[in-house]
């Protein structure tokens, strides 16, 4: 099947500060979504991405639908220690049945307080 | 609030044993989905079933098998457990034509 590239795999960082986190394709992606779960639970869904261009912010979340629709990213700012967890980028690209999704291979991010 | 629940969070089995993990939603919803997590491999998905009495494979079926005899109950089937089906199973739910998925909290399966 069709594979997202999901970088970094894992990150450290200090509370408070920003973090980055991208997906690629080298596919058309119509729909883009991102996921975080916590440690033991399910994935929950953050923001979902629709049209080329698109940006979204959900409190100190933002995401973003790249312009080539082969690639999004998801910035947190000022984090803090419950932003711990893995997120997942998610898309379903151009042909695929209607009810598939991609995943990437998620993103581990600690916070150190 | 989409609600998806899983009959267990942790599931202990031996190899050869037939095992059932259930997975009912309450929002209607006409897809559903099985996954398996594994460190460093993400999400891949096993079955999804878009109708009751309908399934399809995913991109890793082998060694499984689904079920789906109400709309609100999708059950994944493990004939013959064997070592290498030790994972954390997700279940997840979409409605009709809409892309995003709504996960349960996962079966973290261990077969010894």
């Known amino acids: 099947g069709q594979q997202l590239n999901q970088s970094p795999q894992s990150m450290f960082i200090q509370e408070g500060e920003d973090v980055s986190m991208n997906c690629t394709s080298s596919?058309?992606?119509?729909?883009w979504l991102w996921y975080k779960q916590d440690p033991g639970e399910g994935p929950v869904l953050l923001i979902a991405?629709?049209?080329?261009?698109e940006l979204t912010s959900n409190g100190r979340l933002t995401a973003q639908f790249g312009i080539t629709r082969k690639d999004s990213f998801l910035n947190i700012s000022a984090s803090i220690p419950s932003d711990v967890g893995i997120y997942f980028c998610?898309?379903?690209?151009?042909?695929?049945?209607?009810?598939?999704?991609?995943f990437g291979k998620g993103t581990k991010l600690s916070v150190i307080p | 609030d989409v609600k998806v629940t899983q009959s267990s969070r942790y599931l202990v089995k031996r190899t050869g044993e037939k095992v059932f993990l259930e997975c009912v939603q309450d929002m209607d919803h006409e897809n559903m989905f099985w996954y398996r997590q594994d460190p460093g491999l993400g999400l891949r998905l096993i079955y999804f079933s878009y109708d009751v009495k309908m399934k399809e494979k995913g991109d890793i079926p082998e060694g499984y098998s689904v079920s789906r005899e109400k709309k609100e109950r999708f059950s994944l089937i493990l004939e013959s457990a064997s070592t290498n089906q030790t994972s954390m199973y997700l279940c997840?739910?979409?409605?009709?034509?809409?892309?995003?998925?709504?996960f349960g909290p996962g079966t973290r399966l261990l077969v010894l």
């Open positions: 998610a898309g379903q690209y151009t042909g695929a049945g209607s009810y598939q999704l991609t």
């Open positions: 991405l629709y049209k080329a261009g």
């Open positions: 997840a739910s979409s409605h009709g034509q809409e892309e995003t998925q709504y």
């Open positions: 596919s058309i992606f119509n729909t």
